[in-house]
């Protein structure tokens, strides 16, 4: 998640008693989509639920920015790695389940102003469902609607780029009944991307060195984690109708956010 952040002011960013991590996976253990919660080690094997069904996983690492610093300049507020569950169990791709983990996290501590939202999944690991249209897309602000850039980027793997047209295709089929059409694929070659990852989430250790990659442009009712959660989605979803399964680098941008 990046933009900019005031934290509240009853927070101590510098001693703060939850951090990143133990604030993400509180919410996840809450709702059961933790394999923290569902398998707690207790020193024996992990045995098999029913809850497994549900998108799972397990924490890896967690960070972020809420230093007084980043109220005027924009950086990564909250970055997350996990690790999906056991692929034959694996129902979906969590990333709506993500990004509401993030989001109650986040309102803990302060208050975000959106930049830029980056998700990079495994597409070949589980399959994503086709999210269902929710509040933010039907009621929002009227004054809220923004124009979003978005970047695919599939590393060493050019699938995603060879396949372009047909996800863009795919997306406003799709995305229709709400409103939404996006602009005609872009291939990039240039060597600036639309937002540079955190250090800790390089996108060359998952993905490798990056090819072309392309862009597209949507507008949409605001640009919100929820709408970035939905858009993330359709765009996973119409990646792998179109045949790609390497990891992807999803990246979203407010286009009056750019520097």
Known sequence: MYGTFRHHPWVDV????????????????AL????SAVHPD???????????TAGIWGMNEAGGNWS???SRTADHVLWVQTSLSQSDEQAEIPIAQLGLCAEKALQRVGALSLAGVQMMMPLGFAPVRQPHTWG??????????????????????DTCVRQAADIIKELNSSCEIDGMAFSAPVVQHLSEYLLDEPAEMSRRIWIG????RFETRVTV?????????????QIARSCQLAGV????????RRADNLM
């Not at 004054?143 to 590393?155: F, L, M, N």
């Not at 009712?221 to 989605?233: K, R």
């Open 14 to 29: 510098e001693d703060p008693r939850e951090d990143t991590y133990s604030l993400f996976n509180k919410y996840a253990e």
């Open 32 to 35: 059961n989509w933790s394999d």
């Open 42 to 52: 207790r020193g024996g094997a992990r045995l098999s639920s029913p809850t497994r």
């Open 68 to 70: 007084d610093d980043v």
């Open 136 to 157: 933010a897309l039907a009621i929002s602000d009227p004054t809220a609607r923004a124009d979003v850039r978005i970047e695919v980027d599939g590393g060493e793997d």
């Open 209 to 212: 060195d990056s090819e072309d």
């Open 221 to 233: 009712p605001e640009f919100s984690l929820d709408v970035s959660s939905y858009l993330t989605t």
């Open 245 to 252: 399964s390497n990891p992807v680098l999803i990246t979203l």
